[in-house]
């Protein structure tokens, strides 16, 4: 285990079962899911100028189960099984577990006085299961914050500790190198962040099949999208494996191994990728949405774009990426699922930082999507349901037209290889968004209404003619 904190955890399998027997989480009510989201709350935790992580010490045991269920907890130690014991604490390992950790947690900041209302809510927000991800703007806050923070957290025996920031102070000393937060890389010195990439070099002699392909791509935490340009192409040959037709640990052909062979090498380039930690917001802010697709994938990706005194600022908050289906669907109606996709995104992100009145701008190469998105008409289902969908999330106005090669989301939408993507530097956003919004794109739609209209639906003439004569028995 890669822990400073904890060498060795116990984990219990309560989901081992016999045939026609059930396992102890099958008996269990597993609670509903109070856990917050990890982009969520990697969101948040880039909003403070001042990036303070730490966690709670064997968050599980410190749990108590109640004399009752504990009969329910029994468990033989393998050196000894004449005696039967039983856990007397939260089981790790135990479907419930998560669920009743976060339910004491938000027991006990509900239960705060109400001086510590907005430590509370920032707290509130802060918490993936037993980690912290929090801070602050103004460094003669953070070692106040931190002693308040444990002495409140330790009222109801929570020792929050192991706490690491980007800024030394009382209860913190110096670090430098890499810290892990949610399965990202934190750069102590640089306040950046990056995806952890710890890969071999693939010997020709490995056997490339469909099962490698996926244990390989799965491997690549990407929460929050740094990466998806480049976790895109082994998606889609993965994709294409499956029209051939042939087992999970079958070699595949000499073609595809070659194409799988040549992306997996230059994986270790994606060290360099780094992303700022602190993405900076004030009451000017904007978030700025680009969507596009392609014949194999479609994309959106979302920047925050913030006015300061020393320049102004983009930076990337989340991007997402989805192959498209193996069902043929136009380019227009992929781009149509893109503008979808942006407007889910922005929202979770809206919602996630408490900023629903934040100025929105969504930015999209397809004139016909845009026309459907903007535009009253009679068109197909699938059609109408996504712009149905756009519109309750957003407004049509706030829909803009920008020429693909200024469209910073094309890349994402095809995909490419470590080296192209390290040279593109796309998650820095596009330059001319840094410029007056007078040298933006104009944002003009000139589509030709026939193109529009090849989805409008579909109508047939149906003559019905009825004999009086045929009703008369039935009188």
């Known amino acids: 285990m890669h822990s400073v904190t904890t060498r060795i955890r116990t984990v219990f399998d309560a989901s081992a079962s016999e045939k026609g027997k059930p396992s102890l989480n099958h008996c269990l009510f597993k609670g509903i899911n109070m856990?917050?989201?990890?982009?969520?709350?990697?969101?948040?935790?880039?909003?403070?100028?001042?990036?303070?992580?730490?966690?709670i010490e064997k968050a599980f045991l410190m749990l108590s189960v109640a004399n009752q269920d504990g009969e329910f907890l029994r468990f033989f130690y393998p050196c000894d099984e004449e005696l039967v014991y039983r856990h007397c604490r939260v089981v790790f390992g135990v479907s419930c577990s998560p669920f009743l950790l976060n339910a004491s947690i938000l027991y006990l900041l509900d239960n705060f006085p109400p001086e510590f209302h907005d430590m509370v809510e920032q707290l509130k927000g802060?918490?993936?299961?037993?980690?912290?991800?929090?801070?602050?703007?103004?460094?003669?806050?953070?070692?106040?914050f931190i002693e308040r923070t444990q002495t409140l957290?330790?009222?109801?025996?929570?020792?929050?500790?192991?706490?690491?920031?980007?800024?030394?102070?009382?209860?913190?000393?110096?670090?430098?190198?890499?810290?892990?937060?949610?399965?990202?890389?934190?750069?102590?010195?640089?306040?950046?962040?990056?995806?952890?990439?710890?890969?071999?070099v693939l010997s020709c002699e490995t056997v490339i099949s469909k099962r490698l392909i996926l244990s390989l791509v799965q491997k690549i935490f990407n929460p929050i999208g740094i990466l998806c340009a480049v976790t895109l192409p082994p998606k889609i040959l993965l994709q294409?494996?499956?029209?051939?037709?042939?087992?999970?640990?079958?070699?595949?052909?000499?073609d595809v191994s070659k194409k799988f062979f040549k992306w997996v090498n230059e994986l270790y380039l994606l060290k360099e990728v780094c992303l700022p930690r602190f993405m900076p917001f004030n009451e000017g802010s904007e978030l700025h949405v680009f969507v596009d697709a392609s014949r194999v994938a479609y994309s959106a990706c979302v920047f925050v774009r913030t006015v300061l005194e020393a320049g102004t600022s983009v930076s990337l908050i989340r991007a997402k990426t989805r192959v498209a289906p193996l069902k043929p669907l136009t380019i227009p109606r992929l781009e149509l699922m893109a503008c979808c996709i942006g407007a889910r995104l922005v929202n979770s992100i809206r919602d996630a930082l408490n900023l629903p009145n934040i100025k929105v701008t969504f930015w999209s190469d397809s004139e016909v999507a845009l026309w459907w998105i903007k535009e009253h008409g009679d068109w197909s289902i699938f059609v109408t349901n996504r712009v149905q969908e756009i519109r309750q999330l957003t407004q049509f106005q706030l829909w803009r037209h920008v020429p693909g090669v200024l469209n910073i989301a094309d890349m994402l939408s095809r995909g490419c290889s470590a080296s192209l993507f390290l040279d593109s530097r796309c998650w820095e956003g596009p330059t001319w968004l840094k410029d007056a919004p007078e040298n933006w794109p104009k944002g003009e739609i000139c589509c030709e209404a026939l193109a529009a209209h090849?989805?409008?639906?579909?109508?047939?003439?149906?003559?019905?003619?009825?004999?009086?004569d045929c009703f008369l028995g039935i009188v």
């Not at 090849?454 to 009086?468: A, F, G, P, Q, Y």
């Open 153 to 200: 957290m330790s009222r109801r025996g929570f020792n929050l500790r192991g706490w690491v920031s980007n800024v030394a102070c009382e209860f913190i000393s110096k670090h430098s190198g890499d810290a892990s937060v949610l399965g990202l890389l934190w750069n102590l010195d640089a306040d950046k962040l990056r995806c952890s990439i710890d890969f071999e």
């Open 126 to 144: 802060s918490f993936y299961v037993d980690n912290c991800l929090t801070g602050v703007n103004d460094p003669c806050d953070q070692a106040s």
């Open 240 to 254: 294409d494996t499956w029209k051939l037709k042939v087992g999970c640990d079958i070699e595949l052909p000499p």
């Open 454 to 468: 090849t989805e409008s639906k579909k109508s047939e003439l149906v003559i019905l003619n009825v004999d009086n």
């Open 35 to 55: 856990i917050e989201l990890i982009p969520d709350v990697i969101d948040r935790f880039r909003t403070y100028l001042i990036g303070l992580s730490g966690d």
